[in-house]
């Protein structure tokens, strides 16, 4: 490839592979729940189906459950990504320093991200649990509680609980990307801003700080897209429940599209949830236009 | 890992096919089979060695699917029934018989059945509850459970109580057994609620017909049960999410004095509390009315299959001479009558209370709706009433709503 | 950031608060350690019971003998290791295209990668399957392979366009003034100084496979399935098989913590201190 020929060209030949790939997979079904969000299909039924426009999305709108959801997701994105970014920034930040055990350290963090969503569920619900828990019997004995909490069945605690679950579950990510991130940041600018005599604070904010900036935005975006439609762990702990209390948009999309088969219906609910989340990448886009232009 | 160990278990994943291709040699008719056991070290190898020694023309490839809490399996079968990947037979529940009928996915077994020699050796209660709508037969039943309730000897026996045998005793028995720590009932309001909602709501009066579910008796039974959790504290606060591994960890641990389950739990029972543990059947209603519920397992053909003929004597094999074995390896109760006259895979107290629970054993309507009764309308409404968000009666209006638009 | 610090000083600033983060991360993975030793008997108690009454090895020994753990955890290496390739070398090209070049519908395609990721996949997993029985790839390595491409890619182009950012465009120019073709700057100047970003991305894509359970669940049969799979066959729908469930859990995140205690030197060895003046 010689680059004065390929020039024009050459990008999109770099681009084909991914593309190629994503593309195959993914726009069938995408499309196809694009279709199915404009028809009442139920799953047993699809003979039956029939094109009744934008009239689920107009019930969507019109479904109490559907706007607890939504606040329940806005908390929980929220929430979630914020703990998993600031517990990820402290810890990278100091398994970035000289100790004997670093390596160690940084394998041993990692382990919460290493397991499969269904155990952290199930060990998360045994840990809070009202009989058996190891966290009520923790609790008791140093005094902090006086009889055994129902975690998980409070209507104000069980989204709380779920969400620390969560928090365990990915601030190694951030731990891991941010400190691959620090490794960018050249070490002279440490030394000049030594030199100059800058405290330990005044380092981060001005030479770590917008070092990171850059990788840390990207992972908090695709964090937050990866938190928002995440229900594995919900659903393994509470099902949502009690009552609503744990109800985020994907998890009532799922109970509509599985327990009801409704696949119209959910369809619906999810691509609100898109068009919300797409929302966040345009204001992301927009504002990091210059950087991603540079 | 050594070689050979390594061949060794690669073959026991494969159990009985997976890694085999599709026979195509002439006169051997290969059966894909998919079926989920409780216990992941139970492998149905020895069956099928069984069952194709006796049938050289047939191939059985055995696929354990994820139960996934029922989710991923019904999905699974779902999908490859939309997919058109689905197996030549399968597990199913009565839950799913209107989703398949609607879809026209399966076989009807009439013709096989005329003249298959072990149908009387099921009782005709049984082939009466898995007959479809339309009249015809597409399930072949194979093991069940009846839902009953566990209590412990020893308490009751301290506190001088029998077994209650009505609502009003169930509820005296709960408040008395209710004390330093210990809750009187341990309550299913998570995943699975239906089974002990129904005992006393559909048991005191309420039903699946037109305005069954919001007569004066049946918000009456509705709010009978709710006022367990709220107005007499008799069950755990944990109560509206615990499912059956909470229930059943509870009453393990000494934490409850009854709770509601079938047979399938009573080894772990057993294995921690002894001779405590023990089972009734459920208490009556006012009216003399029960309910529980009856937990069906059968196979069913699908209707693409091409080898619908060694299908049936597969899954005939397994609710015939093979079905004392096949309850042994899920740990449920056999569905035929010789082989639960001499059943010894439970203790005896457990068999029995299953039995004697028998008379009033149902099944939920056999309506689309139904699935999505069990997995979504039932427990969301049911927690916010046992929380005290609702009105129980709105757990009433929603499942008229569901079944009655 | 202080490079001379005393012993005292690095234990008071650096290692007792990595004690308390370990201390929060590990706390939840010992608990299920210690149930993994347990006898059965011990698991249910009320009050908890912390130390088992007796050591045991049965339910590894269990998990090993009488259940196809061990193949289901060649076929997740077989997966994840495949998804980790395919995932690195499309992306690689399509972020350097990305922070290199700039070309007509850059930011659009760049912006439609992110909106893949959007959609619940739990929705879309149907069409998909049915999209795979027809390429005939159910129940095949590839099949789940492309199935976890699809969250992998766009996350790997999106994590390695930051990275490339990253790197000062003078160090292409410098390479390409002395001569360097094209092919010859990336392998040569452009891998190296990112390998930080593409070790962390080919451990985001390794675990996020490992971990991954919807399309395995879907997209395999029981020739490729993968462990988070074979791990959901402990939970029936009576019994909770714990042992086994926490002997699997420790056997599942032991490979991918000695793979990272290997691979995490070279996040400092990326940038070597000089190449940046160049």
């Not at chain 1, 559907?66 to 100091?94: D, K, N, Y």
């Not at chain 1, 055990?101 to 998360?124: F, H």
């Not at chain 3, 290496?77 to 519908?105: D, E, H, K, M, N």
Request: aromatic fraction near 12%; hydrophobic fraction near 50%.
């Amino acid at each position: 490839m010689t680059q004065a020929t390929a020039r024009p060209l050459t990008p999109y030949g770099f681009l084909l592979p991914a593309l190629l790939v994503t593309a195959t997979v993914i726009l069938y079904p995408v499309a196809q729940t694009i279709v199915f969000s404009l028809q009442d299909y139920l799953l047993y039924a699809p003979d039956d189906a029939r094109f009744v426009g934008a009239r689920n999305f107009l019930a969507v709108l019109k479904d109490e459950v559907f706007w607890i959801s939504l606040r329940h997701s806005a908390v929980w994105v929220g929430g979630i990504v914020f703990a998993q970014l600031a517990l990820g920034l402290v810890a990278a930040l100091l398994l970035n320093q000289s100790f004997w055990w670093r390596g160690l350290a940084r394998a041993l963090v990692i382990i919460p991200w290493a397991l499969p969503s269904v155990i952290i569920g199930l060990m998360w619900t045994w840990i809070f649990d009202f009989n058996t828990g190891v966290l009520n019997d923790v609790l008791m004995r140093i005094g902090i509680i006086d009889q055994p909490q129902a975690w998980l069945a409070g209507p104000r605690s069980a989204l709380a609980c779920v969400m620390l679950a969560l928090v365990w579950q990915g601030f190694p990510f951030f731990a891991i990307m941010i400190l691959a991130g620090l490794q960018t940041v050249p070490k002279e600018l440490y030394e000049a801003a030594e030199i100059d005599g800058a405290s330990a604070f005044r380092q981060f904010v001005h030479v770590t700080a917008p070092a990171i900036a850059g990788i840390v935005a990207t992972a908090v975006l695709l964090r937050i897209i990866w938190v928002a439609n995440s229900l594995d762990v919900i659903l393994v702990m509470t099902g949502g429940g009690p009552g609503y209390a744990t109800h985020t948009l994907p998890l009532y999309a799922f109970l509509r599209a599985y327990s009801g088969m409704e696949f119209g219906y959910a369809a619906a609910l999810a691509l609100m949830l898109t068009v919300l989340l797409l929302a966040i990448v345009w204001l992301y886009v927009r504002r990091q236009a210059k950087e991603l232009d540079a | 890992m050594k070689r050979r160990t390594f061949v060794k278990l690669a073959g026991a994943s494969a159990l009985a096919g997976g890694l085999s291709a599709p026979s195509i040699a002439q006169g051997v008719a290969t059966v894909r089979w998919w079926y989920h056991y409780d216990n992941p070290q139970n492998t149905p190898a020895a069956l099928v060695a069984k069952f194709e020694q006796a049938n050289p023309g047939i191939k059985i490839q055995a696929e354990a699917i994820p139960w996934g809490g029922g989710t991923d399996y019904i999905n699974r079968m779902f999908s490859s029934v939309v997919a058109g990947n689905q197996p030549d037979c399968a597990m199913v529940r009565l839950a799913y018989l209107s989703r398949f009928s609607q879809m026209r996915a399966l076989e009807p077994l009439d013709g096989h059945l005329a003249n298959w020699a072990g149908r009387s050796d099921i009782s005709d209660d049984v082939w009466k509850l898995n007959r479809a709508p339309d009249g015809k037969q597409y399930y072949m039943p194979l093991h069940y459970v009846v839902i009953y309730l566990y209590y412990r000897q020893d308490l009751f026996q301290q506190a001088g109580l029998q077994p209650p045998k009505t609502f009003d005793e169930f509820l005296a028995c709960a408040k008395a057994l209710t004390k330093d720590g210990m809750f009187g009932y341990g309550m299913r309001g998570g995943g699975g609620c239906h089974d002990n909602w129904g005992p006393f709501v559909l048991g005191g009066g309420a039903s699946f017909e037109k305005g069954g579910m919001v007569s004066a008796k049946a918000l009456a039974a509705n709010r009978f049960f709710v006022e367990f959790a709220t107005k007499h504290k008799v069950v755990p606060p944990s109560a509206p999410t615990d499912a059956f591994r909470q229930i059943v960890d509870g009453f393990k641990a000494g934490r409850t004095a009854m709770t509601i389950h079938h047979i399938g739990s009573s080894a772990e029972m057993v294995a921690a509390l002894g001779d405590k543990a023990s089972a009734v059947p459920l208490p009556r209603g006012p009216g003399g009315g029960g309910w529980t519920y009856f937990g069906d397992e059968s196979n069913a053909i699908f209707a693409s299959s091409k080898v619908k003929e060694a299908a049936f004597r597969w899954i005939s094999f397994l609710s015939g001479a093979g079905n004392v074995e096949q309850a042994q390896l899920s740990g449920q109760l056999p569905i035929t009558t010789s082989g639960g006259r001499n059943w010894t895979g439970h203790p005896k107290r457990f068999v029995d209370a299953s039995f004697a629970s028998l008379p009033i054993a149902q099944t939920l309507p056999d309506h689309v709706k139904t699935p999505d009764f069990v997995g979504r309308v039932l427990p969301t409404n049911l927690q916010r009433a046992l929380v005290g968000e609702t009105n129980p009666d709105e757990v009433m209006k929603a499942v008229e709503q569901l079944f009655h638009g | 950031m202080s490079l001379r610090r005393s012993a005292l000083q690095t234990f008071v600033q650096v290692e007792v608060p990595v004690l308390l983060i370990l201390a929060f991360a590990l706390a939840p993975f010992a608990w299920m350690l210690l149930t993994s030793v347990k006898p059965t008997a011990d698991l249910a108690l009320f009050p908890v019971r912390y130390l088992p009454s007796r050591l045991t090895f049965e339910h590894y020994a269990m998990l090993i003998e009488r259940t196809s753990f061990a193949v289901n955890l060649l076929n997740s290496l077989v997966i994840a290791c495949g998804a980790v390739l395919l995932g690195l070398a499309t992306s690689v090209p399509a972020a350097y295209a990305f922070s290199r070049f700039r070309f007509a519908g850059r930011r659009q395609i760049l912006t439609s990668f992110l909106v893949i990721n959007m959609f619940p996949i739990v929705l879309l997993i149907i069409p998909l399957f049915v999209l795979m029985r027809k390429l005939g790839l159910i129940d095949t390595f590839v099949g789940v392979i492309i199935g976890h491409s699809t969250f992998s890619i766009p996350f790997s182009v999106w994590m390695l366009v930051s990275y490339f950012n990253a790197i000062p465009r003078e160090l292409d120019e410098a390479a390409t003034i002395d001569g360097a073709s094209r092919l010859q700057t990336i392998r040569r100047v452009i891998l190296p100084l990112i390998m930080p970003g593409l070790v962390t991305t080919a451990i985001y894509v390794f675990i996020t496979s490992w971990n991954e359970y919807l399309f395995a669940m879907m997209l395999s049969g029981q020739t490729v399935r993968p462990v988070t799979v074979a791990l959901q066959l402990f939970i029936g729908e009576f019994t909770v098989q714990w042992g086994l469930l926490t002997a699997g859990g420790a056997l599942i995140a032991l490979p991918v913590s000695i793979l990272f205690l290997l691979v995490q030197r070279r996040l400092v060895a990326g940038l070597t201190s000089g190449a940046v003046k160049a």
